[in-house]
């Protein structure tokens, strides 16, 4: 196969796996981002996490929450658990890096808070155990995972919610993942400010 049609393959598969998130998702997509608003409106804040990758979509999430996505309009109550490096690297030296969420989840998370997990690739022991903490303080949990969302789908409640990307390939899920998430984004910005 030539390098030319490699491109051709990456492009192709990127579409379609876009096409059949679309087409199965949307509609799922639509309810967290509702979920996520309700929230909001309820004055209580998002918590995110993710591991490798997904730590960006985190940070990606985050910064267009705090500080605006497409437009000038106040900042918004979301706190990413993966970018304080001391908080995180301290976490894993003192205990384990399973706990490297966990355990901030204990302290920052109240009743009435969502956590937001970002998994491409299953669910490591850091996801699983936030999620488990989330649920103890009283949090729903939103998750946008892929792989048929591997070891996920038996941690989460019925109010939960998981939006599982139809692929099998790590770059295929990370991508759709960035478009959920300015998806997510656009459709917060819009409930609570407008057109």
Do not use: W
């Amino acid at each position: 196969m030539s390098l030319q049609d490699r491109l051709i393959n990456h492009f192709t598969d990127h579409l379609q796996t876009h096409q059949e998130t679309m087409i199965s998702l949307c509609e799922l997509i639509e309810y967290a981002a509702q979920g996520l608003v309700s929230v909001l409106l309820n004055d209580k804040k998002i918590l995110c996490c993710g591991n490798g990758r997904s730590a960006s979509c985190v940070q990606l999430f985050s910064s267009s929450m705090l500080n605006q996505f497409e437009r000038d309009r106040p900042a918004l109550p979301v706190i990413p658990l993966t970018t304080d490096m001391a908080t995180v690297t301290g976490i894993a030296n003192d205990y384990a890096f399973d706990d490297v969420y966990a355990k901030q989840l204990r302290a920052l998370g109240n009743s009435g808070d969502l956590l937001l997990v970002y998994s491409e690739n299953g669910a490591s022991a850091s996801i699983t155990k936030a999620i488990s903490a989330a649920h103890d303080k009283g949090l729903t949990v939103i998750v946008l995972s892929g792989r048929k969302g591997i070891a996920l789908n038996p941690l989460l409640k019925e109010t939960d919610i998981e939006i599982c990307i139809p692929s099998q390939s790590i770059a295929r899920i990370h991508e759709v993942h960035v478009l959920i998430t300015h998806c997510l984004c656009d459709l917060i910005d819009h409930q609570l400010f407008g057109a």
